[in-house]
């Protein structure tokens, strides 16, 4: 296993475009977790899955976005009609529920909204 | 709601010594989560070091120890013996014991690591 892969490493869009991330988390791990990271902060949390289940979203988590996670593998994270303010390094991590606490994380995929 | 902070945006030492970054938190819970994350630069974000709230004894691996005051919610790293590859941002991070298990965390501290 290669640990968590996410798909595009770097985006740039044009204002008001649709873009949807790929995450592909560890294959064992149940568990998948969605961050935000903007410019010389600490990440912040999106969303998170349980198998295919999305059982927590936060409220930064506005209506023009949306992640799934079918069939409890790959994670999508789709933001609707972009934003400038959506800029920021986009983070997905996986992990195993009831094994060792703490995530593998993935590389990001660093959005540009311009 | 669950806050942590990292006072200290920049922090250096020189190779081989120790340097001390420090980390507080405010939570009303008593079964919690505490972690060190290192983001080397355009790279992943990996798992330095965790402490289970319970445990009174500090976590320690390798180079990297913690100094866990609880009473003071308080989680210091320490690293020894500092090697050029340590330079990147750290963060400190949260999580309650159970649940989501999601994590809080601080704004960084960028520790630059002199020749």
């Known amino acids: 296993d290669t640990g968590v892969s996410q798909d595009p490493r770097h985006k740039i869009t044009k204002r008001g475009q649709n873009v949807t991330f790929r995450c592909d988390p560890i294959?064992?791990?149940?568990?998948l977790y969605w961050y935000r990271q903007t410019l010389g902060q600490g990440p912040e949390f999106l969303t998170y899955?349980?198998?295919?289940?999305?059982?927590?979203k936060s409220r930064l988590l506005s209506d023009r976005f949306s992640a799934e996670r079918p069939k409890g593998s790959f994670s999508t994270l789709e933001i609707q009609r972009t934003e400038q303010g959506d800029s920021a390094m986009y983070l997905c991590?996986?992990?195993?529920?009831?094994?060792?606490?703490?995530?593998?994380f993935g590389s990001g995929t660093r959005l540009t909204v311009v | 709601a669950q806050t942590v902070t990292q006072s200290q945006p920049e922090m250096s030492v020189q190779e081989a010594e120790t340097v001390t970054l420090s980390c507080t938190y405010d939570?009303?819970?008593?079964?919690?989560?505490l972690f060190w994350y290192k983001q080397p630069p355009s790279r992943q974000m990996i798992l330095v070091i965790r402490q289970e709230a319970y445990k009174q004894q500090n976590a320690t691996e390798n180079r990297f120890s913690v100094n866990f005051q609880k009473a003071a919610k308080s989680f210091s790293l320490k690293i020894s013996d500092s090697q050029l590859g340590d330079a990147a941002m750290y963060f400190c991070?949260?999580?309650?014991?159970?649940?989501?298990?999601?994590?809080?965390f601080g704004k960084g501290t960028k520790l630059t690591v002199n020749p």
């Open positions: 899955f349980q198998n295919e289940a999305q059982l927590e």
């Open positions: 991070a949260w999580s309650f014991q159970g649940g989501s298990e999601k994590l809080v």
């Open positions: 991590a996986s992990s195993l529920y009831g094994g060792p606490v703490g995530y593998t």
């Open positions: 939570t009303s819970e008593s079964d919690y989560y």
């Open positions: 294959s064992e791990h149940n568990r």
